[in-house]
């Protein structure tokens, strides 16, 4: 069985060699096209049917969505992105056991998925006798999400942590898929049209790693970005605004007597002495955020469940390419060195961009502590270059990445 794409009089498509396993006679082929062909199933194409020299081929028009994982490489996806497609998902692979089609004939290769942009839609395909586990797929998709996620939304990638680590775990798809729920709300409205990077807001979700018995009270809410902050509707005063301003009144007070006295020096020298002071108090409290003073607890408030969220000790770092690398778990009090090296190192990252002693690794009291060892392309935690010899702890949802070769912290 092949998938390929094309274009066709502006017309972009999928075609699938199925081979001779869904003609007529088929004990199962059969009944699965008939569904696929005759039914509107929510967020799958359904497709023209062509047989030639007894092998079938079916063809997905796919008009103007993008391949997701081209359009990925343009965009920093978020929580609202990841419960928006697991969302939809949700519904499709519910459509499909209402219409007792396999689960796993549906392709979720981010190569082969498609989002529609214009109307934020997951549009998949579905191949009688694709037959790959469902899991792992999707397991794919989540590693691909990980090297792309927004980590300034802590909710999100605690989220994208939580379905990783069920699908190492084994857990079934109907409670990889109930991680989604919030509200109610409609989560499409969370992904502005035509500004899938930066998302206005995000719909997060409560810290997921709480007790059994707080999961009932998970609610969804919808957060700021980072650099919106949001702005109180009554602000208090504070000793140092109103001096501020008691400054410029004296000032201009000097001014009008100056004028009222026809010329008088001293009110000249009064209003250059306040003009003075007025400049030492711009100068000293410039950089300064005013809600320093006032509204230390309310801040408090709004990182709280960021915070809450990386509380989680880091156990592991899982590589996010392919060529059979193992996982790296370190012990308490273990300590590695990561790099090129046969001798040298003690993980070995087979790779000619790599330093011989690249990095090292520690454990101590539940922490992973990472220290770059004068590597020459440089140690990299979540895009950001690690200083030489500086000691950078690991938090769960960092993306470690020696010189090209990444990992995840789970």
């Known amino acids: 069985m092949e998938i390929y ?62 391949v997701l994982a081209r359009l990925l490489l343009g965009m920093k996806p978020d929580g609202a992105f990841l419960r928006l497609l697991l969302t939809q998902l949700a519904e499709c692979l519910q459509a499909l056991e209402s219409h007792l089609l396999s689960p796993e004939d549906l392709v979720l290769s981010p190569d082969y998925m498609l989002y529609d942009v214009k109307n934020r839609e997951l549009r998949l395909i579905y191949v009688p006798g694709y037959g790959v586990d469902l899991k792992e797929q999707l397991k794919v998709v989540m590693e691909l999400l990980l090297r792309r996620f927004d980590h300034r939304d802590r909710e999100g990638m605690a989220l994208l942590l939580e379905v990783y680590d069920k699908l190492e775990s084994g857990a079934g798809m109907e409670e990889l898929l109930s991680l989604k729920a919030g509200d109610g709300t409609d989560e499409r409205t969370a992904v502005p049209e035509g500004k899938l990077q930066e998302p206005a807001v995000r719909a997060e979700t409560v810290c997921l790693n709480t007790p059994k018995e707080q999961s009932a009270e998970k609610t969804t809410r919808v957060l700021p970005l980072a650099d919106e902050v949001p702005v109180h509707e009554k602000k208090a005063w504070t000793l140092r605004d109103a001096f501020f301003f008691a400054s410029i009144g004296l000032m201009l007070l000097f001014i009008t007597l100056f004028f009222a006295s026809h010329g008088d020096q001293k009110y000249v020298i009064l209003c250059i002495a ?93 922490h992973l502590f990472l220290v770059d060892q004068g590597s020459s392309n440089g140690t990299f935690v979540n895009a950001e270059r690690v200083k030489l010899h500086e000691v950078r702890a690991l938090m769960p949802g960092d993306v470690v990445s020696f010189a090209g070769e990444e990992f995840f912290v789970s």
């Not at 008939?34 to 030639?52: A, D, G, K, T, W």
Request: charged share 30%.
């Open 5 to 66: 794409s094309g274009s066709e009089d502006l017309e972009n498509y999928m075609d699938v060699d199925c081979g001779n396993i869904l003609l007529p006679g088929h004990p199962c082929g059969g009944y699965k096209l008939r569904m696929l062909l005759e039914n509107e199933l929510p967020h799958v194409i359904r497709p023209v049917q062509n047989s030639i020299d007894r092998e079938l081929y079916l063809r997905f028009y796919t008009g103007s969505a993008g």
């Open 274 to 366: 306040t003009l003075v002071v007025i400049i030492l108090q711009m100068i000293f409290s410039a950089g300064k955020d005013p809600e320093d003073d006032t509204d230390e607890e309310s801040l408090e408030r709004i990182m709280e469940p960021y915070i809450s969220c990386r509380s989680k000790s880091p156990e592991k770092l899982v590589p996010l390419k392919s060529g059979g690398l193992p996982e790296i778990v370190l012990k308490q009090e273990e300590q590695i060195v990561i790099g090129r090296g046969k001798k040298e190192s003690d993980y070995r990252l087979p790779n000619a961009q790599v330093s011989r002693v690249h990095a090292v690794l520690r454990k101590s009291e539940d």
